[in-house]
């Protein structure tokens, strides 16, 4: 049989077929040759997925850059103190004694914080000094009754009662309130 004979469309298409085999062995052939092919295929699509979005993100940010520039100087660098301004309002008072019952001596001095609920009455004391002088059972009788008989001014939060406490020092001669 005669041997056949490609044509010449044929034989370049073989040839183009072998010259990329050829180049794809070459490119798996060892390690850096296939990371530098990887490599090479990633930073091609990063440069065609970036390049769209890179202008109109720089220019966002130089929009956003210029825009922070020039209102800057309008705000002030120095720190305002704020209480400063401030006007003071009665929103909130504490509480304090309206009548104290009647009073009577006590040999040490004694000072008790007595919490008043919204009625404007004590509900409870803690006793801050003279614990001594209030272990004595009618030192101790005597100012729960004088708590017991003094009517308070409830504190108030936005004009509305509201519990609190008051400090009262009993002395020899002399009763001292805080609020």
């Known amino acids: 049989m005669p041997r056949l004979q490609p044509t010449k469309q044929q034989s370049l298409q073989l040839r ?15 390690w850096p040759s296939t990371f530098r092919y990887l490599s090479g295929r990633f930073s091609l699509h990063l440069e065609n997925v970036m390049k769209p979005i890179a202008v109109p993100a720089v220019g966002g940010l130089m929009v956003a850059l ?3 520039l020039l209102l800057s100087p309008v705000y002030p ?12 309002t009665r929103l909130s008072t504490t509480a304090s ?12 001095p004694v000072t008790l914080l007595v919490q008043v609920n919204n009625e ?3 509900v409870g004391y803690l006793i801050e000094e003279g614990q001594v002088a209030m272990q004595n059972e009618a030192v101790r009788r005597r ?6 008989f003094t009517v308070f ?3 108030t939060n936005f004009g509305l009662p509201c519990a609190g406490e008051v400090r009262i020092s009993v002395d020899r001669n002399v009763v001292l309130v805080q609020g």
């Open 16 to 30: 183009i077929l072998a010259s990329k085999e050829r180049v794809r062995a070459a490119r798996f052939a060892d």
């Open 66 to 68: 210029a825009l922070f």
């Open 77 to 88: 660098l120095r720190t305002v103190n704020a209480a400063s301004f401030d006007v003071p």
């Open 97 to 108: 004694v309206k009548t104290m019952a009647a009073y009577t001596s006590v040999e040490r």
């Open 120 to 122: 404007g009455r004590a």
């Open 143 to 148: 100012i729960e009754q004088i708590l017991l």
């Open 153 to 155: 001014t409830p504190a």
